[in-house]
Nanobody
Framework: QVQLVESGGGLVQAGGSLRLSCTAS????????MGWYRQAPGKERELVAF???????VYADSVKNRFTISRDNAKNTAYLQMNNLKPEDTAVYYC???????WGQGTQVTVSS
């Protein structure tokens, strides 16, 4: 059974940092592109970043130079390090696996001004 479990969300002041984790099970983690999406109230879900099995990364322009996506294939875990957080980063953050296609349940990130 494929499963993605996110953790690490919470409430932080603007300028602060959080690290999200996504632990996967039920598939060969190292072979799947992994990514993070977010959805703010009243807005569509948007891509934040993704990382290939080999470690190549892509970021949304809004998070470049502030967020870092990484993965530890030995631990079946993907991470999103978020620095210099802004109120507009407030959203539910979702982990996504591409192969097989699967989503986590989401974790809330709230940034206060």
């Amino acid at each position: 059974q494929v499963q993605l479990v996110e953790s690490g969300g919470g409430l932080v002041q603007a300028g602060g940092s959080l690290r999200l984790s996504c632990t996967a099970s039920g598939f060969i983690f190292s072979l799947s592109v992994m990514g993070w999406y977010r959805q703010a109230p009243g807005k569509e879900r948007e891509l934040v970043a993704f990382i290939t099995g080999a470690g190549s990364t892509v970021y949304a322009d809004s998070v470049k130079n502030r967020f870092t996506i990484s993965r530890d294939n030995a631990k079946n875990t993907a991470y999103l390090q978020m620095n210099n957080l802004k109120p507009e980063d407030t959203a539910v953050y979702y982990c996504k696996a591409w192969n097989p296609l699967n989503w986590g349940q989401g974790t809330q990130v709230t940034v206060s001004s």
